[in-house]
């Protein structure tokens, strides 16, 4: 069981480039989300999905766009990388129904811009 | 404003010495309090899930326990494999279902 799967798990990019990160679960989880985290701060919200083909903002949601086609994956786009999104990013996942359940996370991916 | 506040920022101890690691709350509603342990390189690793005050979990060396303000958790007779940053996040109730909130952590560090 491979739980929540996040690649690549490092990226250079040079400002302005595009690229999408990429995570997969194999629990049926519905509720997916993607954070970012950066030193001295909390993990913070990008963005998240309560199912296939619904998606929402979280509390940092500019410069990055989400789609979800399927219940196993949630991409993570940067369309035009800037300095300020250099961070490491990680994508959870949860049951929707319940609310109170723990959220399980990958591994993160380590993205930095020059 | 929701608001999680993590203390101390850093611990070091030595093998065998307990203490406890603060998590204080400001929320609309408390859906859950989460308890995660995270590894250099990793990510958050689901530890504990509280619900009301009063209310106690524990695994191994780990205990938590929440008040309608905060959470602790207490570490006892920590070993070496029990160094990780452990973060506090909380559902809250009122401001959204999909709302987690996280602290910025405690590093603790386990000396043999």
């Known amino acids: 069981n491979a739980g929540v799967t996040q690649t690549p798990k490092f990226q250079v990019l040079k400002t302005g480039q595009s690229m999408t990160l990429q995570c997969a679960q194999d629990?049926?989880?519905?509720?997916m989300s993607w954070y970012r985290q950066d030193p001295g701060m909390g993990l913070r919200l990008i963005h998240y999905?309560?199912?296939?083909?619904?998606?929402d903002q979280g509390e940092v949601p500019n410069g990055y766009n989400v789609s979800r086609s399927t219940t196993e994956d949630f991409p993570l786009r940067l369309l035009s990388a800037a300095p300020s999104q250099t961070s490491v990013y990680f994508c959870?996942?949860?049951?929707?129904?319940?609310?109170?359940?723990?959220?399980?996370f990958g591994d993160g991916t380590r993205l930095s811009i020059l | 404003e929701d608001q999680v506040t993590q203390s101390p920022e850093a611990l070091r101890l030595q093998e065998g010495e307990s203490s406890s690691l603060n998590c204080s709350y400001t929320?609309?509603?408390?859906?859950?309090l989460f308890w995660y342990r995270q590894d250099p390189g990793k990510g958050p690793e689901f530890l504990f899930t509280?619900?009301?005050a009063g209310e106690e979990k524990e695994k191994e060396r780990l205990k938590a326990t929440l008040t309608k303000k905060e959470s602790f958790l207490h570490i006892t007779a920590p070993k070496p494999e029990d160094s990780a940053t452990y973060l506090c996040?909380?559902?809250?109730?009122?401001?959204?279902?999909?709302?987690?909130?996280f602290g910025t952590g405690t590093r603790l560090k386990v000396l043999a």
């Open positions: 959870a996942s949860r049951i929707h129904g319940g609310s109170n359940q723990p959220q399980h």
């Open positions: 629990m049926n989880h519905e509720y």
């Open positions: 999905s309560v199912g296939a083909g619904i998606t």
């Open positions: 929320v609309s509603g408390l859906r859950g």
């Open positions: 509280l619900y009301s």
């Open positions: 996040a909380v559902h809250p109730g009122a401001s959204g279902t999909y709302k987690y909130i």
